[in-house]
């Protein structure tokens, strides 16, 4: 058997001509252009990379974006002041803090100051919360993009065994949250986990965002499994890598992911798809869901549709 690859370039470009259909909607109706901002704070080489990522395919589908950079010895508190300036601000619809910071943030500090109805990247306590019991209102852009792929292929996730290796915030734990939401039987592996082989194994779709290059092998594969590689790794000559050995994988599996062209060109179009969500949830105003207070005295009122983005 030889894997049929889901290629994530391909879905992206579906999704982002919808998306600047959706863009170029809004704009005539009611005259908002959705507005994106990128907080980079210092220069980190890989952040800086796919900070620009982020503003080009914005630029791509008609969402205005700016970059903000500051520098990376800000104090904490101004950085928060200026989340919450931008919180405050009507002509910004979505904000991102690009992770990591250094290390005198207090990274879950910042991301709860991100109004909840800005948090396009889905990383605010309330959407990691909302995931648990089906009320986010966005989903975390890679576990929400790799979703979409698997819908886009028609590969049905309810009652199958999804194996997750890696138990991150941004992606294995809300991939779980997210999987267990459309009645998958998931497992979710991590650094500490004994014979990761055996839970490889069961699982008919198996999505791996370990960060290590070629973790898994054929062997650790079932015949006709669903691979999904989130991995992002550079060999010795700098070329990108998954987590998967893809060549070999590819013999046992019934679908597969490419690295790069994968689950990459997902997560960015999933931002983009937030962020349209966010500016035409502003615009339809008047339907109003009441949330609780947030603890950092944010805004409690939301305006939109519940759970509109719920992967
Ligand atoms: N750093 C690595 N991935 C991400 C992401 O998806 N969002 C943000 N904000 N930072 C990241």
């Not at 908002?32 to 503003?55: F, M, Q």
């Not at 879950?108 to 889905?122: P, T």
């Not at 990383?123 to 576990?143: A, D, E, M, Q």
Request: glycine residues 10%; proline residues 6%; aromatic residues 2%.
């Amino acid at each position: 058997m030889s894997a049929r690859i889901l290629d994530g370039r391909e879905i992206a470009r579906d999704i982002r001509a919808d998306t600047a259909l959706r863009v170029a909607e809004l704009t005539a109706k009611a005259g908002i252009v959705p507005h994106l901002v990128v907080i980079l704070v210092g220069g980190n080489p890989a952040s800086r990379v796919y900070v620009e990522n982020k503003i080009r395919a914005c630029a791509e589908v008609g969402i205005r974006s700016t970059l903000v950079t500051l520098d990376p010895g800000i104090a904490a508190q101004d950085l928060i002041a200026e989340i919450e300036r931008l919180n405050r601000s009507p002509d910004v619809h979505g904000i991102l803090v690009q992770l990591p910071l250094p290390p005198h943030h207090d990274i879950q500090a910042v991301l709860r100051a991100i109004s909840v109805h800005k948090d396009v990247d889905g990383f605010h306590l309330y959407n990691v919360g909302g995931l648990v019991v089906g009320r986010t209102i966005f989903s975390p852009c890679t576990p929400y993009g790799v979703m979409r792929m698997l819908d886009h292929a028609g590969i049905p996730v309810e009652g199958r065994n999804v194996t997750i290796v890696g138990a991150s915030n941004i992606v294995g734990k809300p991939m779980a949250l997210m999987m267990m939401a459309r009645d998958a039987t998931v497992s979710v592996c991590h650094a500490k986990t004994r014979d990761l082989a055996q839970y490889t194994i069961l699982a008919d779709i198996l999505i791996v965002a370990a960060g290590v290059p070629r973790l898994i092998g054929a062997q650790m594969v079932r015949t006709g499994a669903v691979v999904i590689d989130v991995g992002i790794n550079r060999d010795p000559q700098g070329r990108l890598q998954g987590d998967v050995d893809f060549d070999a994988v590819r013999e046992r599996a019934s679908y597969i992911t490419p690295v790069p062209g994968g689950v990459g060109p997902m997560t960015v179009t999933m931002l983009l798809v937030n962020t349209v969500s966010a500016a035409e949830r502003i615009a339809e105003g008047g339907r109003a869901l009441m949330l609780p207070e947030q603890p950092d005295g944010g805004p409690g009122r939301l305006t939109g549709r519940p759970g509109a983005d719920a992967a």
